[in-house]
Structures are given as C-alpha cells and as structure tokens.
Nanobody, 115 residues
Framework: QRQLVESGGGLVQPGGSLRLSCAAS????????MGWYRQAPGLQRELVAV???????YYGDSVKGRFTISRDNGKDTVYLQMNSLKPEDTAVYYC?????????WGQGTQVTVSS
C-alpha cells in the first residue's frame, strides 16, 4: 500500500515563492509518473506539472517559466518549486503518483497568494 504525504503550502504575497513536497511510502510496485494538480473554488481541476521516471517534464501553460517540478526517485518524492506567485495560483494542490494499475493521491495542501 502506498501513501502520499504533502507539505509546504501556506500563505504568501504576490511575487513570493513556495516549495511543495510529496513523499510516497511503500514500494510494492514501481512508480512511473508523478505530478501535481490544483483546484480553486468554483473551477475544474487543472493539471499543473508532470514528471516521468526518466525525467521528462510537462507544465501547464499558466505556470510555464514560474514553476519547476523535480523528483528524487530514490525517495519516491516529487517537488514543486513555485516562484513569482500570482493570486490566480491560489488553490488546493494535490500530488499524485502513478503505478501500472492505480493512481495514488496526496491529501492536498492549501496555497494562498494574497491579492
């Protein structure tokens, strides 16, 4: 059984930075891809960033140039470095980890950027 534990959310001013972490425990199967979604009140869930086991990455258009996803495969941990934060980045951020037949989710962490 795998569990994902998120940390690093908080309240920041526009232009500030936060670093989110998501650590997976358990290793019954290999994790292939890890990433981050976010969901703001009244909006649909939005894919923020993805990183594959080999290191290839994808970013949503709204965060390109500001966010960086990275991964420590030895620890099954994914990070999201968020710079130049904007009020529209305010959301609950959820990490995920994919195995062959399952997607595991973190508990979510609140990121609030003041206006």
């Amino acid at each position: 059984q795998r569990q994902l534990v998120e940390s690093g959310g908080g309240l920041v001013q526009p232009g500030g930075s936060l670093r989110l972490s998501c650590a997976a425990s358990g290793s019954s199967f290999s994790i292939t891809t890890m990433g981050w979604y976010r969901q703001a009140p009244g909006l649909q869930r939005e894919l923020v960033a993805v990183i594959a086991g080999g290191g290839s990455t994808y970013y949503g258009d709204s965060v390109k140039g500001r966010f960086t996803i990275s991964r420590d495969n030895g620890k099954d941990t994914v990070y999201l470095q968020m710079n130049s934060l904007k009020p529209e980045d305010t959301a609950v951020y959820y990490c995920y980890a994919d195995e062959v037949l399952a997607r595991h989710w973190g508990q979510g962490t609140q990121v609030t950027v003041s206006s």
